[in-house]
């Protein structure tokens, strides 16, 4: 594979003596093509954003990738186009075999010893520590989680929060910076009282990297040569299910690991992500494909200027900050002002999932010399637990039912919009509506019940806890027919256990008492409900 490498080295600077057709009919270059090119205005984009993958606009030039039928359909636009060496091969990067040497972070681990070292971790810190393989890659790369909390093995009323690092595979800065993070918390807790902090309040989940198969394109043993697709030559950014464009914007089908991160994200209730990138400096905030704003526009603002602040406090003058940039707000910007994309994890996670996630573009240069890692820890360090403290601000609470929790949607009223509402956890109950400072009314419903809880007072920098407790038989005559029949009956049990709705022979059904209550259990006679009869 190293030689193969080598080859590839020759053939990318030779690309740059031809003309793009030629590069597009040649099978013994790589699968993914960097180039650039020019733009008259920013609307063009909406049309070729579908095309190819655009990785940075700057004034009036756009960088892209390709694979071989996104460029021969690029050509069609008779763009003058300028074919870019690929950043992974500029130079040959410092790699550590061992776990070792990979902690002393100024390197970049081999395959075998990125895996050694996540598993080495959950092995020193099993208390606060475990690794979960949520899948494989293309070609059989795991797919490795940590998780971090002070009850590692049990879901708590806690919020799940969640970092991940490249999924674009050439993009390796975040993937070094995740990796030191895990270690940074798990070296410090009991000891840094922020640290501590924040494992105990937080279900802490970090990936630090999404896209194996990218990083190593040319072997386990150096990231050299590593290309932002995946194996199948498909943007895993591009992959996911879109708010304005449905379930497939790319064209393709889910790809592995995109199946394996919407799973994931699925079996959990994130609160608050961010997914790291490189190749600019910057925090994007959605939407990526919508011009409109979120609901939750100041609260984004608020979030990622935190984030850039706080680098700048940490870091020389000329990173993050862009200060005479046209779009860029000093380390922040809005995604569709940028560029717009479609199809990216920033939007599915914060429409379908209900969670909140911005996108952080951690360094200019995509695969940076090994040698200045560890100056961007210290740039990012204090940002990245301040990110994940925000999860700890807002409104939070629980809803039940008696002692059951409920799965409800709560809103903040005259303020929603966009799938930017959130839900309890149909586990615990827990939930977490993250706001700036103020004061709200929240709205708790469900098909069966609605409740309003007015001028809750949020104050900057802890979370105002508000549960919400439905008492057993209020939620009697759903039909307000002025009676409670069976069909309210199964309607009321499958709401408050979140099972399908039963038949009338599995519940052993008692009279009314002389109180009007109806006593309900289930075959077994373990679960009981007691509802109201209706006058």
């Given amino acids: 594979m190293k030689n193969t490498c080598i080859i590839i080295a020759i053939l990318t600077l030779w690309i740059l003596s031809v003309s793009f057709a030629e590069v597009s009919k040649d099978r013994f270059s790589r699968p993914e093509i960097y180039f650039r090119f020019q733009i008259e205005s920013k609307d063009e984009l909406i049309e070729i954003t ?39 091969l500029m130079f040959k990067p410092e790699m550590s075999q061992s776990v070792k040497k990979a902690t002393e972070w100024d390197s970049y681990p081999t395959y075998d010893a990125y895996v050694s070292m996540m598993y080495q971790f959950a092995e020193d810190y099993p208390e606060i520590c475990r690794i979960d393989s949520i899948g ?46 895990i270690d940074y918390l798990l070296r410090n807790y009991g000891v840094n009282e922020k640290v501590t902090y924040l494992v105990d309040n937080l279900e802490i989940w970090i990936n630090p990297n999404a896209n194996p198969d990218g990083s190593y394109f040319c072997g386990n043993d150096s990231v050299y040569g590593a290309i932002r697709y995946n194996a199948n030559s498909v943007d895993l950014n591009r992959n996911f299910p879109d708010p ?24 959990h209730h994130f609160v608050l992500s961010a997914n790291f990138h490189g190749g600019a400096e910057v925090v994007n905030y959605p939407w990526d494909c919508w011009e409109r704003r979120h609901a939750d526009d100041e609260w984004l603002i608020w979030l990622c200027r935190q984030y850039a602040d ?66 961007h820890w210290e740039y990012n360090r204090a940002a990245l637990l301040n990110y994940m403290a925000a999860a700890l601000t807002g409104i939070r609470g629980e809803v039940k039912y008696g002692s059951d929790p409920l799965n409800v949607q709560v809103r903040i009223i005259d ?65 307000n027919d002025g009676f409670v029949n069976i069909t309210d009956i199964m309607r009321v049990v499958n709401f408050i256990t979140g099972r399908l709705t039963p038949s009338n022979e599995e519940f052993n059904r008692s009279d009314w008492n002389s109180d009007n209550e109806l006593n309900i259990a289930d075959i077994i006679g373990i679960t009981q409900y007691i509802l109201n009869q209706s006058p």
């Fill in 415 to 479: 303020h929603e919009k966009d799938n930017s509402w959130v839900f309890s956890d149909s586990v615990l109950g827990d939930y977490y509506r993250l706001c700036l400072p103020g004061v709200y009314d929240l709205e708790f419903s469900n098909d069966l019940f609605t409740k309003v809880i007015r001028q809750i007072s949020v104050e900057p920098g802890n979370a105002t806890m508000e549960n919400v407790f439905i008492q057993s038989g209020s939620l009697g005559d759903i039909n």
């Fill in 50 to 88: 579908r095309i190819i993958s655009i990785d940075n606009v700057i004034g009036d030039t756009v960088y892209a990738y390709a694979n071989r039928k996104e460029f021969e359909k690029f050509q069609k636009l008779n763009k003058k186009i300028e074919i870019l060496p690929a950043p992974s």
């Fill in 136 to 181: 494989a890659s293309v070609n059989g790369r795991a797919i490795l989680f940590t998780k971090i909390s002070d009850n590692v093995n049990s879901d708590e009323a806690e919020p799940e929060f969640l970092y991940t690092s490249t999924m674009h595979g050439d993009e390796t800065t975040g993937f070094v910076l995740m990796l030191r993070l």
């Fill in 310 to 375: 706080t680098v700048h406090a940490y870091s020389p003058s000329g990173y993050m900050d862009h200060l005479n940039d046209e779009y860029f707000n000093n380390g922040i910007i809005n995604g569709y002002d940028w560029y717009p994309i479609y199809g990216g994890r920033q939007d599915y996670m914060t429409y379908f999932q209900h969670c909140r996630e911005t996108t952080i573009e951690i360094s200019d240069t995509k695969l940076l010399p090994a040698s200045l890692l560890p100056a």
């Fill in 244 to 267: 304005k464009y449905g379930d497939h914007p790319d064209g393709n089908q889910w790809q592995p690991e995109t199946v394996a991160m919407m799973d994931f994200a699925d079996q």
